[in-house]
Every structure is written in structure tokens, then in C-alpha cells.
């Protein structure tokens, strides 16, 4: 099992992944551009808006990278980490512009179909950007999984779209070379202006929660409590919180302890339990109140519980 990345490490291969997305763009879409003005499919005219968008939304992604590895400061003391979120909904605001874009050229020429010319040329440009996209979508995934970047993970989610729809376009210009079907291009166009509409509906709904502290996933929160738990002189655990800082987690609970215990000794215990949280999550901010077992409060999970039945209820 590989050791955690530095934060220096996590920071410059974001920055590699960033880079290479830009440049990607630019060469894909200056290919798309001269496919376009040869084929003039509206097909390959949605895949070279796409491709622009994508390059406006990279130059953000390396913007907002290079913001959020900025430490943290008097003003911004959980530090600057949610800037890739911030990021990410641009993206899709990039993306549904994209969309609608190309929706509206779709069904002008439902209406008044035009015909497309040198399909080889453009089946040969989109085989090319099918390969190139491939290989940025394995680099990106793997920096992804290795740094959490949700801003590097949504950029690679505009090249999964751009695969998908390299794909469809292959099939329409194949379709119209061979069999004439001058309404499969623009359907296919239209079909994915509809993906990428839901492409970015999905990454601003993802942006969005972490910009309003949703907590984070169950699965990761269960392990938090299980490490706190596994000591002996922990009583109990409430009023558990957590949110993604932006790649980075913050975890914050009260643990009930001995009420007897000297305050030397119960911080003592609480760095224990830190220490493990921190072995499994290194870069977590955690924030640990110690509350003496048994007493009656009013808690934050009491207050949250009734509320959740009464919107069960109203529902």
C-alpha cells in the first residue's frame, strides 16, 4: 500500500494534470475547428464548441488549483481549499452554455437540413481526438484518486462527455457517408447537447454541496467514529460534524470521558484519538470538545433528529 501524497506532491501533480488538460483543449479544438469548416457537421461543430468550453474551464481548473494550494491565512483560517468548487461550477455553467448552444443550431437544422461534405476527413479528426482524449482521461482519473481534487475530477468529467460524443459523431458521419442520412448528424448533435446539459446539471449539484457543507459520505464517517470508538476510556461520541474543505476533511465531534479525569489527562486522550484519525486521514483538520459521560445537554443530534421526522411528516 503506497503512502499518503505531501500536500506539495497532491499540489504539483493537480498542477500537471491541469497543464495537460489545457493543452489537450487547444490542440483538440484547432483540429475541430479545420473539421468543421471542411465537413460543416453540425456533429463535429458540437464537439469543437465542447472542446472550447473545455479549454476556458481548464484555465479556471489550474487557476482555482493553484488558488487552493495557497496555505491557510489570518482571513481564511480553514484555507482556500473550496476554490475548486467554485471552480467546478463554472465548469458547468461552461457546459450547459455548450449545450444550449448546440441544441438551438440542432434544431434550426431539423428545419432546414445542409449537406456534409469530406466525411473522411472529419471520421479521420474524431478517431484522433478519440485517442488523445483516452489518454487524458487515464492521467486525470489517476491524479483524482491520488489528490481528492474535485476540481480536476470535474475537468476529466468534460473529457469522459468529450468520449462519449467523439464516439457518437464517428457513427453519425458514418451513417451519412454510407448511407445518406443527413438527419442522423444533427440528431446526434442534439442527443448531445442533451448529455451535456445533464453533465452539468450533475456537476453543480455536486459543487453545490460541498459549497454548503453537506456532510460527507456515511462510509467515511463511520470509519471516523470506529477509530474514536476503539478506545477504552471513550465513553461515547455526539454532535458529529464534518465537511470537505476542499480536498481536504474536517471532522469535529465531542467525546464523552471520565468526568473524573484530570484536564491534562483527558487532552492526553483526545490527541490519542486524533493521532489514529490522522493515520488513516492525514491532511484532516479535527476538532475534538471533551464533555464528561452521562450529563444531560441539550446536543446538536437532538435538535436535528425531530427535525428530520417533522419533514418526514410534512412530506
Not at 501524497?5 to 488538460?21: E, F, H, I, M, Y
Request: hydrophobic share 45%.
Amino acid at each position: 500500500m503506497s503512502s499518503p501524497l505531501t500536500k506539495a506532491q497532491s499540489d504539483r501533480l493537480k498542477n500537471l494534470a491541469a497543464c495537460a488538460s489545457i493543452s489537450v483543449a487547444i490542440a483538440l479544438c484547432l483540429l475541430k475547428i479545420f473539421g468543421a469548416l471542411v465537413t460543416d457537421s453540425l456533429a463535429v461543430l458540437s464537439s469543437m464548441v465542447d472542446s472550447l468550453s473545455d479549454i476556458f474551464a481548464s484555465l479556471i481548473t489550474l487557476i482555482a488549483v493553484r488558488y487552493s494550494a495557497k496555505p491557510a491565512s489570518m482571513n481564511h483560517r480553514y484555507g482556500y481549499g473550496k476554490a475548486e468548487a467554485l471552480s467546478s461550477l463554472t465548469q458547468a455553467a461552461f457546459i450547459a452554455g455548450s449545450g444550449l448552444f448546440v441544441m438551438y443550431d440542432g434544431f434550426s437544422r431539423f428545419i432546414a437540413p445542409r449537406p456534409i461534405a469530406d466525411t473522411g476527413t472529419g471520421l479521420a479528426i474524431m478517431i484522433v481526438s478519440i485517442v488523445a482524449t483516452l489518454i487524458l482521461i487515464t492521467f486525470q482519473r489517476r491524479v483524482a484518486r491520488l489528490t481528492k481534487s474535485q476540481a480536476i475530477l470535474a475537468d476529466s468529467a468534460h473529457y469522459v462527455v468529450d468520449l462519449l460524443t467523439n464516439g457518437s459523431i464517428i457513427l453519425s458521419l458514418f451513417v451519412v457517408k454510407f448511407f445518406g442520412f443527413l438527419w442522423f448528424d444533427t440528431l446526434t448533435a442534439v442527443l448531445i447537447a442533451a448529455y451535456l446539459l445533464y453533465n452539468a446539471y450533475d456537476l453543480a449539484k455536486q459543487a453545490t454541496a460541498q459549497l454548503l457543507d453537506q456532510e460527507l459520505d456515511e462510509s467515511i464517517r463511520n470509519k471516523v467514529m470506529d477509530y474514536a470508538k476503539s478506545f477504552d476510556f471513550v465513553r461515547g461520541i455526539h454532535d458529529f460534524r464534518s465537511r470537505d474543505l476542499g480536498g481536504t476533511y474536517l471532522f469535529e465531534f465531542h467525546l464523552e470521558l471520565d468526568g473524573e479525569l484530570p484536564l491534562y489527562q483527558a487532552h492526553h486522550y483526545c490527541n490519542m484519538v486524533e493521532e489514529k484519525i490522522l493515520h488513516k486521514f492525514p491532511d484532516a483538520q479535527i476538532i475534538i470538545h471533551q464533555d464528561p459521560a452521562g450529563i444531560k445537554e441539550d446536543r446538536l443530534d437532538n435538535k436535528i433528529k425531530p427535525a428530520k421526522k417533522k419533514g418526514k411528516q410534512n412530506a
